[in-house]
């Protein structure tokens, strides 16, 4: 609410709405009920909308846009609502295995921020991450919430092949390979839980603006979740953010 | 049913992708030319947006299991019936046992095959584009058996002969719109965009299209945001490239140009060496 917006055409029938260009859980937070209330006005020639750290991208039909026209109906719905409407967030329990078989790059991390691998792991498993949104890979969540001592800059040549499951850290931010991927991050662990489903109509747990924990567990833990997780009954654990 | 008896250079099956699924981070894929892929599914009387077959370079070898009527429309593979050459942009009946196979590329990158009734393979969100972790199978492979539709019968009527306009296959202009970040480049850069023509590097596939000449700069990254497919990012050691279908959703880099659509489809049909040039279209 409130802030300065700027209104772009994106191609043909899209417009990219920018807010100011930092990452920030609040701008988050605007973007995401500009989200839902363009969603509640029901405008039928809007057939997508699309949130980034500081952008919503809103995808028209495209016989059906003009742009003069749309921008002022977005600026209207800006300029009209008072308060923030928010989904329901929730805070999600991401096991994770921070084990030397995963962790291939915690040794270099460790020496070269003088901390010891424990250290890390614990300052890594203890924040409280914000989910911005999904993008790269189907299910690749983008966090924010890195603890500052963590930030590692990417590898000079990225790997051609990291594992699905992956936890890396790559500058300021931390992340899951939600499947096999080229990538340049810094390996410290691997999640044995699924971050994207194909065959389900909503394919990802989280959501922009949910939180996300990462729970440190045993290679033994690891390898009980997986097999659960393999036979398609692991329950991944959640609570309703109430704040 | 179709059977793969050989495989081609790179074909996959494509509709006009998934669409509502980009907040998971899925990308739209679909056909790369998508006024080739309507124009042989229209000649036969299909939706334009049925599933097609995009062939890339060199075709494969495919024996047809059931009668049916296809059409090809798009790059000239020389397409061979049993042998006897057979014309793009005709519905021809074919029976079972028939071959369908290729030759040399004339003109083009990407080619059409559509089928009556539209192929009938796995469909995953909305969708038989074929990708992977998305769809089983990711790229015909020998001794595939492809589902078309047999249900549908009746293409009895031969449409009159129409005359296709080749004008998107021959063109090497490619009209943009100035993307998000335009205005973040000099004018003397903004201006080396349009004065002189940009080379395909070997760097081309369905994500995306590098070209090979190098437009220094020293814009900053953006930070993370949305992109589209015909987006032309403008990396920090001056690579120019272009999104195509497959791209994925978000990109730090900054989307300087915008293709407009049918210069997606026309840029499918380039490939490494060819020259294009850019030409800006205002809103």
């Known amino acids: 609410m409130g802030y300065e917006l700027t209104y772009k055409p994106f191609g043909e029938h899209s417009i990219l709405i920018e807010w100011p260009s930092i990452i920030d859980k609040d701008i988050l937070l605007d973007i995401i009920s500009f989200k839902e209330i363009i969603k509640k006005n029901n405008i039928k020639v809007v057939i997508e909308v699309r949130i980034s750290y500081n952008s919503l991208l809103v995808i028209y039909e495209l016989n059906e846009f003009v742009l003069e026209s749309s921008v002022q109906e977005l600026k209207n719905i800006y300029a009209s609502f008072r308060e923030q409407i928010k989904p329901i967030f929730r805070q999600w329990k991401i096991p994770v295995c921070y084990d030397d078989q995963f962790a291939i790059d915690l040794d270099e991390m460790s020496l070269e921020k003088n901390m010891s691998k424990s250290d890390i792991i614990k300052r890594h498993s203890s924040a409280i991450y914000t989910v911005y949104f999904i993008g790269f890979l189907p299910g690749f969540l983008y966090l924010g919430g890195l603890d500052k001592t963590l930030y590692t800059p990417r590898k000079a040549t990225p790997r051609l092949k990291i594992e699905k499951g992956t936890v890396a850290i790559g500058g300021k931010q931390t992340g899951v390979y939600p499947s096999e991927s080229p990538g340049g991050w810094n390996i410290i662990g691997n999640s044995p839980i699924e971050f994207f489903n194909a065959q389900s109509e909503i394919p990802c747990f989280a959501k922009s603006g949910d939180r996300i924990k990462f729970n440190s567990v045993s290679l033994k833990e690891y390898q009980n979740i997986k097999s659960l997780v393999e036979a398609g009954v692991y329950q991944l654990e959640s609570e309703m953010i109430y704040d | 049913m179709i059977k793969v008896q050989k495989t081609g250079f790179y074909s996959t099956i494509q509709d006009f992708g998934r669409h509502g699924y980009q907040e998971y981070g ?196 953006i930070i993370t945001s949305s992109v589209l497919p015909g987006a032309v990012q403008l990396t920090p050691s001056g690579k120019l490239i272009v999104l195509m279908r497959d791209c994925q959703t978000t990109g730090g880099y900054p989307r300087v140009l915008q293709l407009k659509n049918m210069a997606i489809n026309i840029l499918s049909q380039k490939f490494t060496g060819n020259n294009i040039r850019f030409k800006l279209i205002e809103f």
Do not use: W
């Not at chain 2, 006897?84 to 079972?96: D, Q, Y």
């Not at chain 2, 004008?167 to 943009?176: A, K, M």
């Not at chain 2, 070209?211 to 900053?220: A, D, G, H, R, S």
């Open chain 2, 26 to 221: 899925v990308p739209y894929s679909g056909v790369m030319d998508a006024y080739s892929a309507s124009l042989a599914n229209v000649l036969l009387g299909n939706k334009a947006q049925s599933a097609v077959m995009e062939i890339t370079m060199m075709g494969p070898v495919l024996e047809f299991q059931c009668s049916t009527t296809i059409c090809i429309s798009g790059a000239d593979m020389t397409p061979k019936l049993n042998d006897l050459p057979l014309k793009l942009n005709k519905a021809t009946t074919v029976k079972s046992g028939d071959l369908l196979s290729f030759g040399r590329l004339n003109y083009g990158f990407r080619t059409y095959l559509a089928v009556l009734g539209g192929f009938k393979t796995e469909k995953v969100m909305g969708s038989r584009s074929m990708y992977q972790g998305i769809t089983k199978h990711t790229v015909i492979t020998k001794n595939d058996e492809l589902l078309v539709d047999t249900s549908v019968k009746g293409f009895v009527k031969q449409l009159a002969t129409i005359k296709i306009d080749k004008f998107h296959l021959n063109s090497n202009i490619i009209e943009v719109l100035k993307g998000p970040e335009f205005e973040m480049l000099s004018k003397s850069k903004q201006e080396l965009l349009f004065s002189k023509p940009f080379t395909i590097s070997k760097d081309n596939n369905r994500m995306a299209y590098q070209l090979t000449e190098i437009l220094p700069n020293n814009l900053e990254p």
